[in-house]
């Protein structure tokens, strides 16, 4: 099935590394990235997560990103929009990375968010998927600054983020299963991309989505 037609001109964006490939998913990839999921991308015995989207059994947990994924297409406006990447290794999809754009077309800040299954964590891998990512925000569409967050025992994703340059930017308050939590904010601008650049990014198919994104 061709989906890198003129109506969804998104499908035909990829993104490259040594490692991945990054991918809006068709129906397939799709479905391989609910079931990543429902094998699990964290301990059962912690949340990290601001929002506890993990919670539920295997197949209500895939199920959830399998139409939070459709939900982010069909709700996509140039003013309001999420880019849901499948992350492919050696042609399996093993994560996900996000990018997320609001009102990017006057800010230039775009969101960063992003989950690996267990079995390919701790590799490198999601430092290298976020690098693909922000090399789409700042080489590809002009982005000032890209911010993320963390909560502070999440040791891993606010590693991911002092090696690829983010500052931080204050702390917050959250409710995580009914009791406090304290995120990191980080926030990273275009000079300290440029300087802690280590990862080699292509992007193809960029030129006929780029509008989508409100540049």
Partial sequence: MDLTGHHWPLYGLRLRT??????????????????????????????????PWTDGTPEEVG?????????????????????????LHEGNVIGRQDL????????RQAETGSWLGLPHQGRGLGTE??????????????ARYAVSAAMTDN?????VSRRLGYMDDGLETGVVRGAPVTLRRLRLDRARWEAHRK?????????????EFGV
Avoid: K, Y
Wanted: glycine share 12%; hydrophobic share 50%; proline share 4%.
């Fill in 18 to 51: 040594p490692r991945l490939e990054l991918r809006l998913p068709d129906l397939g990839l799709l479905d391989e990235l609910a079931s990543v999921v429902a094998h699990g991308v964290h301990d059962a015995g912690r949340m990290p997560f601001n929002v």
């Fill in 63 to 87: 199920r959830s990103v399998f139409q939070h994924l459709l939900g982010t297409v069909a709700g996509w406006t140039a003013q309001d929009w999420t880019l849901s990447l499948a992350v």
């Fill in 100 to 107: 997320m754009g609001r009102q990017f077309g006057i800010l």
């Fill in 129 to 142: 998927m976020r690098a693909a990512a922000l090399h789409l925000a700042f080489a590809g569409l002009g």
């Fill in 155 to 159: 040791p891993r994703s606010l590693g």
């Fill in 199 to 211: 990862v080699d990014v292509t992007m193809e198919g960029l030129a006929a989505c780029r509008a």
